[in-house]
C-alpha cells in the first residue's frame, strides 16, 4: 500500500511530479491531482503539448504543476477533484497526461453541487466518473465510458433571459475541454462602467487558457474553426449587425443576409460549438419600431438555429431545461 504524497514508495514503485504520482513495477501510472488552492502553478511551459492549434499565446501561469513535473505520456488513472477548477482536466488533457485510455476518477466530492442527478450531468460533460469509497480500480479492464471524453453534440444552443445562468452554463459545458476558443461578439464596455464589469466578470470566470476571438463575423470564424468554440452571444453580435448595416431605422435586408450567412455556418460546422442567445418573447413588447425589429429578427434568428442544432435548453434561474 502505498500512501499520498507518494514519498515513500514500495519497492518496484517510483514517485512522478513531485510526488503526485506514482509508477508501478508493470508501468502503470496513477496521478494525485492536488486541489487547486493547496499548490502554486508552475510557470514551467507545457512546451508542444500545450501549443494552440492557431497563433494565441498560453499565460505560463496556466500550467498544472503536475504537468509541468510529470513524464511524456499519459497516466492510466487520474484522481481529481473535478467541482475545484474543472478546467484542470481540460489543461491535463491538453498536456497529453489524460488520453481516451485514461481513467479519471473524482475524488473529495461533497455538497458543493445541488443534487446528485445534477453532479452526475456534470461528470458525464467533463468525462469523469466517480466510484464508492474502496473500489479497486483495475487498469487492465476496458475504460467505462464515462471516464473517456464525452461524445457531446456538435451544435448546442443555450437560451436564456438576462442574469439566467446561460453564460456560466455554456462554459461548464466546455470547461474539461483541451481547447476552446472564446469567441466575444459585444463590445469591451468602453465609456459604460456597468458593462464594463459583465464583460470583466466573464474574462475572470472563463479558464485562462482559453483563446479568445472579439469579432462580428461570426459565420467566418464558424467556418475557419479548428477548435471548439462558445459565442457569447448572439444578442450583442445581432445589435452590432444592426449597427454596422444602419439598420435601427433603414433597410433591414443586409441584416437578414447576415443571418442566412450565419445558419449556413452552424449547419455545416465540422467543430463543437455552444452557443448563447437572449431568449426575447416573453418580455414587455418593445415600444419602439426598431426595438420590436431586432426582438423578431433574434426571435427568428434562435428558432432557425435551434432547428439546426442536436441540443437546445433554456437556462431558467441556472438551471438548464432541455427543449
Keep these: 500500500m502505498a500512501r ?25 501510472r496513477l496521478l494525485y491531482a492536488l486541489p487547486a488552492a493547496t499548490v502554486t502553478p508552475n510557470a514551467a511551459t507545457l512546451s508542444a503539448a500545450t501549443a494552440t492549434p492557431d497563433a494565441t499565446a498560453v499565460p505560463e501561469a496556466t500550467a498544472t504543476p503536475e504537468a509541468a513535473a510529470s513524464p511524456a505520456g499519459p497516466y492510466d488513472i487520474v484522481l481529481i477533484d473535478p467541482l475545484d477548477r474543472p478546467e484542470r482536466i481540460g489543461l491535463l488533457r491538453r498536456a497529453g497526461l489524460v488520453a481516451d485510455g485514461t481513467q479519471v476518477v473524482a475524488v473529495g466530492l461533497d455538497h458543493r453541487v445541488r443534487s446528485e442527478e445534477e453532479l452526475s450531468r456534470r461528470l458525464a460533460l467533463w468525462g469523469v466518473r466517480a466510484v464508492p469509497d474502496g473500489t479497486t480500480l483495475d487498469t487492465t479492464l476496458a475504460v467505462p465510458p464515462a471516464s473517456q471524453a464525452p461524445a457531446q453534440p456538435r451544435r448546442t444552443l443555450l437560451l436564456g433571459g438576462s442574469r439566467s445562468g446561460k453564460s456560466a452554463e455554456a462554459e461548464l459545458r466546455l470547461a474539461a475541454d483541451p481547447y476552446v476558443t472564446y469567441v466575444a461578439t459585444g463590445s ?36 475557419a474553426a ?32 447576415r443571418c442566412d450567412e450565419l445558419v449556413a455556418a452552424w449547419r455545416g460546422t465540422t467543430q463543437r460549438i455552444v452557443a448563447v442567445s437572449d431568449e426575447v418573447g416573453m ?12 426582438r423578431d429578427e433574434l426571435g427568428r434568428l434562435n428558432e432557425r438555429l435551434a432547428d439546426e ?5 433554456l437556462v431558467i434561474a441556472g438551471r438548464p431545461v432541455r427543449l
Design 188 to 223: 469591451r464596455g468602453e465609456g459604460d462602467g456597468e458593462w464594463a464589469a459583465r464583460v470583466r466578470a466573464h474574462r475572470e470566470r472563463r479558464p485562462a487558457h482559453w483563446a479568445t476571438v472579439e469579432t462580428t463575423d461570426l459565420a467566418g470564424t464558424i467556418r
Design 4 to 28: 499520498f504524497p507518494f514519498d515513500d514508495e514500495p519497492p518496484g514503485y517510483r514517485t512522478l511530479a513531485d510526488s503526485h504520482g506514482l509508477e508501478g513495477p508493470d508501468g502503470t
Design 226 to 257: 479548428t477548435t471548439p468554440l462558445l459565442v457569447d452571444g448572439l444578442g450583442t453580435w445581432l445589435a452590432a449587425v444592426f449597427d454596422e448595416c444602419g439598420a435601427w431605422d433603414g433597410d433591414r435586408a443586409p441584416v437578414a443576409a
Design 309 to 313: 442544432s442536436e441540443y437546445v435548453a
Design 283 to 294: 418580455g414587455v413588447v418593445p415600444a419602439t419600431a426598431s426595438g420590436r425589429a431586432f
